[in-house]
């Protein structure tokens, strides 16, 4: 039987992480008296990594100085704790078991900051032991570029093309075609189903048990 994978993107698609990244964002902004967002907003502002975070936070005219100052802030915000608040979603855990029993290889590729998105795997999916584990690095271009996607495919020996993607952006169904991997856009996590389709899903799920069904 042919092997087989699946890399997942973490926020929005693994863990439902809005909330916490929000929260202290604001705090940030706050600090420094500069204008803060309602929750929601933040769907809009996450998935390219903190830099695309704090741009989006920030004001169009905010200078380098004061971006700089918000994101080592945040980092520093951020990184006091694994917060609470952040969770799989439902269903997640479940199939995650399913695809450990059908002997999927399992990878996550995120455009969150490398060491986060070790400690929120090592925190929440340590059972799963989950090898192929990456958040951004300075070294590697980040998704939507499809070379960090590919060196994972190649660690599995898996061919791109039996390799599903699974996300909740743009920036992951992108990264899927340029991979010429199998996109899976998820419509539990932050972005509608126009914006996934019109980048490039091959599929659409509304729980996570539906991807087994897809993947099978």
């Not at 006091?80 to 399992?106: N, R, V």
Request: hydrophobic residues 40%.
């Amino acid at each position: 039987m042919k092997q087989k994978a699946v890399i997942f993107d973490l926020d929005g698609t693994l863990i439902d992480s809005l909330e916490d990244i929000a929260v202290c964002m604001n705090q940030v902004l706050k600090e420094l008296n500069l204008p803060y967002h309602k929750i929601e907003d933040y769907k809009y502002f996450v998935g390219g990594g903190i830099s695309v975070l704090v741009d989006n936070a920030l004001n169009k005219e905010t200078s380098q100085e004061i971006k700089d100052e918000v994101t080592a802030r945040f980092k520093v915000v951020y990184d006091q704790k694994l917060h609470k608040k952040t969770l799989p979603y439902e269903g997640i855990y479940e199939l995650l078991d399913e695809l450990k029993k059908l002997d999927f290889k399992i990878g996550i590729l995120s455009n969150k900051p490398h060491e986060f998105t070790l400690a929120y795997t090592k925190n929440l999916f340590s059972k799963y032991d989950i090898k192929e584990v990456h958040g951004q690095k300075e070294e590697v271009p980040k998704k939507p570029d499809p070379i960090a996607a590919i060196n994972i495919a190649k660690r599995f020996k898996v061919a791109c093309e039996d390799v599903y993607f699974v996300g909740d952006t743009m920036v992951d169904m992108q990264t899927a075609k340029n991979a010429k991997m199998n996109a899976i856009g998820v419509l539990w996590g932050f972005r509608d189903e126009e914006e996934l389709l019109s980048n490039g899903a091959d599929f659409l799920v509304k729980h996570p048990l539906d991807i087994l069904k897809i993947v099978n």
